[in-house]
């Protein structure tokens, strides 16, 4: 990856660390996960709504590393308003991203794209995928933690 491309992929997670979107709790949310890396310390609260298969709405709450709160910040923006399936092959895509898998690069990953750098650093990659395996616990009807 060129230097420019990694700066560039640095501002992104940096601005959503520092501007995260969707960060909170929904009051009514249908699905609530809590999740952490007891390696580093990350914890993640997620809420979600789903309704007739489509994530509505998605919000998380949490302490952590830049790579982890950011990647929290991606996952609830790109997960608002797809139906379950494509939010768990998105996740699927992640995973396999993280693990330096080939994945369908067809699929838009929009900021998402800018956490790839952090397969090169393994001891990163539970910090990426944290928020991803509480979204996939919660749309899969797994027991909290």
């Known amino acids: 990856m ?3 491309l990694d700066a560039l992929y640095r501002r992104v997670i940096m601005d959503h660390y520092k501007k995260p979107r969707n960060r909170g709790v929904l009051e009514d949310g249908s699905h609530t996960i ?3 890396n007891p390696t580093c310390g990350d914890r993640i609260h ?3 709504n789903v309704k007739d298969g489509i994530v509505e709405d998605a919000k998380f709450e949490g302490e952590g590393c830049s790579i982890s709160m950011s990647s929290a910040s991606m996952m609830t923006e790109a997960i608002k ?3 379950v399936e494509e939010a768990l092959k998105l996740a699927k895509i992640f995973s396999d991203m993280m693990l330096g898998k080939e994945y369908d ?5 929009g900021d998402i794209e800018a956490l790839q750098g952090v397969a090169k650093f393994p001891a990163r990659i539970k910090c990426a995928t ?3 395996k509480a979204m996939e616990k919660g749309l899969k009807g797994e027991e909290h933690e």
């Open 105 to 109: 690069d067809e699929v838009d990953l």
């Open 34 to 36: 809590n999740m952490n």
């Open 130 to 132: 944290l928020a991803w």
């Open 46 to 48: 997620l809420t979600f």
């Open 2 to 4: 060129s230097s420019n």
């Open 81 to 83: 308003g797809k139906k």
